[in-house]
T-cell receptor
């Protein structure tokens, strides 16, 4: 099976702009999660989508949003970019329908590296 | 809330040396525990996992045992190779509704193996 794919791999934006990142999960996976990785804060959970619905959300401002499509592909959007939004954004997918989500493994894509100038 | 504390790095070893990266956690109930590895310029790859107490996860010569009494999940390898150079992350998924659907990560440990 193909792994999780993310596009684009690299982005350069300026402050105040908005950006959309895309993620295609492993075939058959219905849950998609997003994480932000920065040198200062490490890996932080943004949100999780399942069947086109946001099921869980981390502690990020409303400028960060996402959505999921009927084919389980997901996008995340960051509006009014700030310098501190420069990070590696990682998407992860999992089956999402197992008997216990605690046991499910999340598989990560290569990430999108965003630089805000 | 849930948290993971990981051994501070960076760690530098010679090839064929033994590796231990310490990881302890705080969580209610019975979390699942994971080790992920990140190579330069890449995303995270699952290295191993354990879902219940006393389980041992293993992969590519790496091992970790889920110790509930000490709330630990230390990563070990008997003989490291240059190709093991990477950043290693300990993580957990909790047992409450929200924490079960997200990974909580440690800060990561940079490992460099010298030939």
């Amino acid at each position: 099976k193909a792994g999780v794919t993310q596009t684009p791999r690299y982005l350069i934006k300026t402050r105040g702009q908005q950006v959309t990142l895309s993620c295609s999960p492993i075939s058959g996976h219905r849950s998609v999660s997003w994480y932000q990785q920065t040198p200062g804060q490490g890996l932080q959970f943004l949100f999780e989508y399942f069947s086109e619905t946001q099921r869980n959300k981390g502690n990020f401002p409303g400028r960060f949003s996402g959505r999921q499509f009927s084919n389980s592909r997901s996008e995340m959007n960051v509006s009014t970019l700030e310098l501190g939004d420069s990070a590696l954004y990682l998407c992860a997918s999992s089956v999402g329908t197992g008997p216990s989500p605690t046991y499910e493994t999340q598989y990560f894509g290569p990430g999108t590296r965003l630089l805000v100038l | 809330g849930d948290s993971v504390t990981q051994m501070e790095g960076p760690v530098t070893l010679s090839e064929e040396a033994c590796l231990t990266i310490n990881c302890t956690y705080t969580a209610t109930g019975y979390p699942s525990l994971f080790w992920y590895v990140q190579y330069p310029g890449e995303g995270l790859q699952l290295l191993l996992k354990a879902t219940k107490a006393d389980d041992k996860g293993s992969n590519k010569g790496f091992e970790a045992t889920y110790r509930k009494e000490t709330t630990s999940f230390h990563l070990e390898k008997g003989s490291v190779q240059v190709s093991d150079s990477a950043v290693y992350f300990c993580a957990l998924k909790g047992s409450s509704w929200g924490s079960a659907r997200q990974l909580t990560f440690g800060s990561g440990t940079q490992l460099t193996v010298l030939p």
